[in-house]
């Protein structure tokens, strides 16, 4: 007889279902990673389940803390997470708040699994747009850079493969250093500049082509879209 396909979970040990209600039952702390249509079914299907010992963390967009606790039973202890794609890479940027049922040790606990993930930072529930905007698409904004940067260098002469390994490099390097000195990036640009040097002059290019205001409305769009899909 053939054998049922095994789940990506049995492959770490892990006990998987397709029962929303099991899970609840069978947990004191649930993630929410729903497409925002769906999430209403799924909170209507396991709010008999969901009790005081359960914690539940929602990464769902768009889906305020009051819309989660409207939808749950009073007094659940709440939180809103927005990850963003680098933490499959153990380099991700994710902000977190909290329902007004949820206290400090929460708060500690999914610091405490997610640090391993990357950035993780409570704040005030009305940043998690902005960080939509500025970290969850600007991961792409980042990828554009990168690939321009690349392109300038095959343009140059270089070949693109190792083109593109330089330029991931360095952005690398470059978000290293920032993080780990705490220096603001304006004074590390200026520490790069030379007195008619080689930055300098493609730094004016940069200006010239608008690349600060770009990027700046392009954050702004973002964050603008991600406050439209939560009243969608």
């Not at 909290?98 to 206290?103: E, L, Q």
């Not at 590390?188 to 700046?216: F, N, Q, W």
Request: hydrophobic share 40%.
């Amino acid at each position: 007889p053939s054998q049922r396909p095994r789940s990506p979970g049995q492959d770490w040990g892990c006990q998987t279902t397709a029962c929303n209600l099991e899970v609840v039952q069978r947990s004191s702390l649930v993630f929410l990673a729903t497409k925002p249509h769906v999430l209403p079914g799924v909170l209507e299907e396991i709010r008999p389940a969901v009790g005081p010992q359960h914690l539940i963390v929602s990464l769902v967009a768009g889906v305020t803390l009051h819309t989660l606790q409207r939808l749950l039973p009073p007094h659940t202890r709440v939180l809103r997470l927005m990850p963003n794609l680098p933490c499959v890479v153990q380099a991700g940027a994710m902000v977190f708040s909290r329902g007004g049922s949820a206290g400090g040790q929460d708060c500690a606990l999914l610091r405490s699994l997610l640090g391993s993930c990357g950035l993780c930072e409570e704040v005030p529930e009305a940043h998690i747009d902005i960080h939509t905007g500025l970290s969850g698409s600007g991961v792409a904004y980042v990828y554009l850079f990168a690939e321009a940067l690349a392109e300038g260098a095959v343009k140059m002469g270089m070949p693109g493969a190792l083109a593109s390994r330089i330029a991931a490099q360095t952005l690398l390097g470059a978000a290293k250093t920032l993080l780990e000195s705490g220096e603001h990036p304006a004074k590390l640009r200026g520490d790069v500049c030379t007195p008619g040097g080689t930055t300098i002059h493609g730094l004016h290019r940069l200006e010239r082509g608008g690349l600060r205001a770009a990027v700046m409305d392009a954050v702004q769009a973002a964050t603008e879209r991600a406050r439209e899909l939560a009243h969608e």
